[in-house]
């Protein structure tokens, strides 16, 4: 089993800079993915920023330049450093991983399950 918990947020005014970190435990060598998701205020759950398997990165367009995410194994953490913050980034931000689970034989391929930390607020004041 894999848990991930984030920390970092907090209330911040445009133009400013927040780091989120998500510390993973537990199975952590079974994370292939990991990353941020975030989900605005009456808005459905969107991908942020994300390390994927091959250690390449997916951003949204909405942050590109902005935002940056890094992966530090030895220190089974994922961080996602905010500069130049807007009020439309406002939301809680989820860690995400996707975790291996149990080998699958008919397709050999591993089984992949969602992992999901609890969230951290982040508000940007105008």
């Known amino acids: 089993q894999v848990q991930l918990v984030e920390s970092g947020g907090g209330l911040v005014q445009a133009g400013e800079s927040l780091r989120l970190s998500c510390l993973a435990s537990g199975s952590t060598a079974t994370i292939n993915s990991i990353g941020w998701y975030r989900q605005r205020p009456g808005q459905e759950r969107e991908l942020v920023a994300i390390?994927?398997?091959?250690?390449?990165?997916t951003y949204a367009d909405a942050v590109k330049g902005r935002f940056a995410v890094a992966r530090d194994n030895a220190k089974n953490t994922v961080y996602l450093q905010m500069n130049f913050l807007e009020p439309d980034d406002t939301a809680v931000y989820f860690c995400y991983g996707v975790v291996r689970r149990g080998w699958n034989a008919a397709s050999r391929r591993w089984n992949l399950f969602d992992q999901w930390g609890r969230g951290t607020q982040v508000t940007v004041s105008a």
């Open positions: 390390v994927n398997s091959d250690d390449t990165t």
